[in-house]
């Protein structure tokens, strides 16, 4: 089948594209450097044209609750216009878990996403993931003072990259299902934890301190309302074991 991934560049969206295109689909990738511009919809209804579904993992790096709320909103509403008009059977996107519960920040953008999915007319599958292991060393580039690094304070249940992608290919070469059971990893963890481990996997000093985070969403990150229930789907790559490929990598570049 042919199918087209929104985002095919990024972190799961890279792993989306090669297990696509290892299970025998034609892959189309929608993104600035295929000549796709999500927001404007540049070239995106040509690329649609005879495509079965859509994988949409699109991301914006901000925390920016309006920020992240009108990216979604555009780059969602975009695509379900040009799937209508392409006649595109299926429209799977990758959801966070916890985002129906604490629509704060970039959490406020996949809720928009998800309400504009299942009200639209291509008919659907919503997958929400936890985290992915990648998220510790995204959070260690974030804030830093000098070799020290400020994480908030989170409880996290970390998700392989690529076992999302496997089940997001799944999804998409079956019939759309609505609301996909829930995928995470198989491990609750802390993420100064996460982040302490990352920074010895890469050979960086320096403490990691932990910060609550003020309101709804410090809280959420907090409480757990951001681990998933206990009908998830766990993957089997454990943080310990997704690290160590960090550490043999960072030392076979010799960084």
Known sequence: MRIAVAGGTGVVGRHVVDI?????NEVVILSR???VDLLTRTGLDQRLEGTDAVIDVTSILTQSGPKSRAFFSIVTANLLEAEKAAGVGHHIVLSIVGSDRAPFGYYAGKAAQEQLVTGGEVPWTILRATQFHEFAGQLYLRIKLGPVNIVPTMTSQ???AREVAERLVELAEATPSGRATDIAGPE???MADMV???KKAIGAPGPVLEAPLPGGFGTA???GTLLPGPSAELGSQTFADWVAGVEQEHRGTGR
């Open 20 to 24: 696509a295109r290892e299970r025998g």
């Open 33 to 35: 450097f295929t000549g």
């Open 221 to 223: 990150m907090r409480d």
């Open 196 to 198: 302490t481990r990352y």
């Open 158 to 160: 970390p998700v392989a």
């Open 188 to 190: 609750v963890l802390r």
